[in-house]
């Protein structure tokens, strides 16, 4: 694969970013180069890297900030030796496979696909230009590579999957007395829909009614989250992106009837959520 070392910076980033629960998906060979010194890295040659990012919300921010002050410290300086092209989906999965196009035509050496639909949106427009992965829960089922120790093809990267199971236990922990569990995900992301599941096996080895409550966008959560506030005891979310794009309103709703939220990520507690057991 070309730019091995480009990649392995950008998979150390996410090595840093990740380092509590995310597991690093092959690669492992050129994450030994990605730690050089600067000296050595100052004279890499000019390279471009292309950054589709699913939305706006502040988990995926932040590893998009990561991605470019990684990069920095593995001695690529933009405007210098580094060109970063950066595409916002927005949450609009139809604009995702134009949007990679684009950063394929702007001449893309390594390009970094940030949450599940902005990855598998990278991988159906090539399979030459090297894909690494950031925020994929589920890159098998996902269908990103084939096994998660020696993927193949043009992709790899981590995956911050975290342990739903022992989410459930801080709930049972916190909330003894609760008997049901509502799982509010988006029926458009397929790590949504692998997490959900999980949940749904949690729920019932921790004795606890579980109803899934699937959103097909953002303008139906309030509904959905005033309907489930009434019926069940706390409210579960996984890492999804579409939900945690509108966190304010899922605490807004739950807050009138104060339902507990447990959630997938530390940014979705900071925004009102109960508590997690998730990453940093």
């Known amino acids: 694969m070309k730019n091995k070392g480009l990649i392995a910076a950008v998979i150390v980033i996410f090595g840093f970013l990740l380092a509590a629960f995310g597991y690093q998906m092959g690669a492992k060979q050129t994450g030994e180069s990605a730690e050089q ?38 001695g690529y300086t933009e405007g210098d030796n580094l060109t970063i092209e950066f595409q916002n989906g927005q949450a609009d999965q139809s604009k995702l496979a134009t949007m990679s196009q684009q950063l394929l035509n702007r001449g893309a050496d390594v390009l970094v696909g940030i949450a599940t639909p902005a990855a598998q949106a990278l991988a159906n427009t090539t399979k030459d230009v090297p894909i690494v992965l950031g925020a994929v829960t589920d890159p098998v089922g996902a269908n990103l590579v084939a096994d998660m120790d020696k993927p193949g093809g043009n992709i790899t990267g981590v995956s911050d999957k975290t342990p739903v199971a022992t989410q459930f236990e801080l709930a049972q922990e916190l909330m ?27 729920a019932e080895k921790y004795g606890l009614t579980s109803k899934k409550y699937a959103v097909p966008s953002s ?34 709703e739950a807050n009138k009837t104060k339902t507990p939220i447990i959630t997938s990520a530390e940014t979705m507690v900071q925004q009102g959520g109960l508590a997690t057991v998730g990453q940093n």
Request: proline share 3%; glycine share 6%; hydrophobic share 40%.
């Open 37 to 74: 010194p600067t000296d050595q890295t100052a004279k890499k040659e000019h390279k471009t890297v292309g950054i589709l990012q699913f939305v706006s919300h502040e988990a995926l921010d932040e590893i998009t900030r990561g991605v470019k002050e990684g990069l920095k410290q593995s």
């Open 176 to 202: 003894p007395e609760a008997k049901s569990v509502g799982i509010l995900y988006s029926s458009t992301e397929d790590n949504s829909k692998y997490q959900a599941a999980e949940a749904e096996a949690a």
């Open 219 to 252: 303008n139906e959560i309030a509904q959905t989250v005033q309907v489930m506030a009434e019926t069940v005891d706390f409210i579960f979310i996984p890492l999804d992106n579409t939900i945690a794009n509108a966190m304010q309103t899922v605490v807004g």
